[in-house]
């Protein structure tokens, strides 16, 4: 399994943007999905994780109300939808995908088997 994040950018406070994680193997629409972000000298933190057996989700409540996250099955690819960015949105994203189902476990980035590369987001004021 290989994931490939990309749909970072600069925005002002406010914007939106739309992160897509697309994941190439056999077993996508198995696997749970989520996304982590890190900004500069903080540690890295869960900001939201799909299903890949009933498209349930978790998001942080951090952003809530103002990112959703959605599945594409044909396109094997996962979105987050970031909308009201905040400059305390900046961090570097990235998306991360397991074989075992969404439980709270998943909100933890060490029970990831797999992570793809990040893409950075800035949110200036």
């Known amino acids: 399994v290989q994931l490939q994040a990309c749909g970072g950018g600069l925005v002002q406070a406010g914007a939106s943007l739309r992160l897509s994680c697309v994941v190439s193997?056999?077993?996508?629409?198995?696997?749970?999905v989520g996304w982590f972000r890190q900004a500069s000298g903080k540690k890295r933190e869960f900001v939201a994780a799909?299903?890949?057996?009933?498209?349930?989700?978790r998001l942080a409540d951090s952003v809530k109300g103002r990112f959703t996250i959605a599945r594409d099955n044909a396109k094997k690819t996962v979105y987050l939808q970031m909308d009201d960015l905040k400059p305390e949105d900046t961090a570097v994203y990235s998306c991360?995908?397991?074989?075992?189902?969404?439980?709270?476990?998943?909100?933890?980035?060490?029970?990831?088997?797999?992570w793809g590369q990040g893409t950075q987001v800035t949110v200036s004021s």
């Open positions: 991360a995908a397991d074989h075992a189902a969404l439980t709270d476990r998943l909100l933890y980035q060490s029970e990831y088997d797999y």
């Open positions: 193997g056999r077993y996508f629409s198995g696997l749970t």
């Open positions: 799909i299903s890949g057996s009933d498209d349930s989700f």
